[in-house]
């Protein structure tokens, strides 16, 4: 049983534009929502994270928007750039300590 | 953000061999550490958690005898994968968590079984 969808599977955006990237998630006891970047043959990096008590959270480029109510979040990215060609991975867990449940993953693709 | 690193990055051992992967975290100490195996284009699929000074909790369908999860401080864990198959060739990643939420990734090791 999947905890955590993702979707899409892939997104292709142009330089300049908004990639969206989303997730949804089954567990109510859910708390901590990261998101992770892996380039190829490289380990993921933690990109930004929400806890639930906010609805949206912003840094620089990179803002997630969360909806507790529909169990539903969401990565933006502005002026996305080619350097941002990369898999992007939402995630989830209950509590600090047990590990993160990972959605399927996106690879966007930002053309120039 | 903290730094976890892992060695060897790349690993290439013949079939009935055995491989040991190391994971530190180099700026905190990580309480809880993670071991991940990635197929090319697919999510992170958790094998165990460890925490440091106990046995490792794996995960439904790891063997436990064939990944030998050690953890022995709280800036090391290692990961030795035994009488290593070429279906055990994959990209193995380890994560370390402090006392807060935030899990931080190594690099990965390539391990090839030929």
């Known amino acids: 049983q999947q905890q955590v969808k993702q979707s899409p599977q892939s997104l292709i955006v142009q330089k300049g534009g908004i990639s969206i990237i989303n997730c949804a998630y089954e567990?109510?006891?859910?708390?901590?929502f990261p998101w992770y970047q892996q380039f190829p043959g490289k380990g993921p990096a933690l990109l930004i994270a929400?806890?639930?008590?906010?609805s949206e959270k912003k840094e620089g480029r990179f803002t997630i928007s969360f909806n507790k109510s529909a169990k539903q979040f969401s990565l933006h990215i502005m002026d996305s750039q080619p350097g941002d060609s990369a898999t992007y991975f939402c995630?989830?867990?209950?509590?600090?300590?047990?590990?993160?449940?990972f959605g399927k993953g996106t690879t966007l693709s930002v053309s120039s | 953000g903290a730094v976890v690193s892992q060695h060897p990055s790349w690993v290439i051992c013949k079939s009935g061999t055995s491989v040991k992967i190391e994971c530190r975290s180099l700026?905190?100490?990580?309480?809880?550490m993670f071991w991940y195996r990635q197929f090319p284009k697919q999510s992170l699929m958790l094998m165990a958690t460890?925490?440091?000074?106990?046995?490792?909790?794996?995960e439904q369908g790891v063997e436990k005898d064939k990944f030998l999860i050690n953890h022995a401080s709280l800036t090391l864990s290692t990961l030795t994968v035994t009488s290593a198959h070429p279906e055990d060739s994959s990209f193995y990643i380890c994560?370390?968590?402090?006392?807060?939420?935030?899990?931080?990734f190594g690099p990965g090791t390539r391990l090839t079984v030929t």
């Open positions: 700026d905190f100490q990580a309480t809880t």
């Open positions: 995630a989830a867990r209950d509590q600090a300590g047990t590990a993160l449940i």
């Open positions: 929400i806890r639930p008590d906010v």
């Open positions: 994560s370390a968590g402090g006392d807060g939420y935030e899990q931080y």
């Open positions: 460890s925490n440091e000074g106990s046995k490792a909790t794996y």
């Open positions: 567990n109510t006891a859910f708390d901590y």
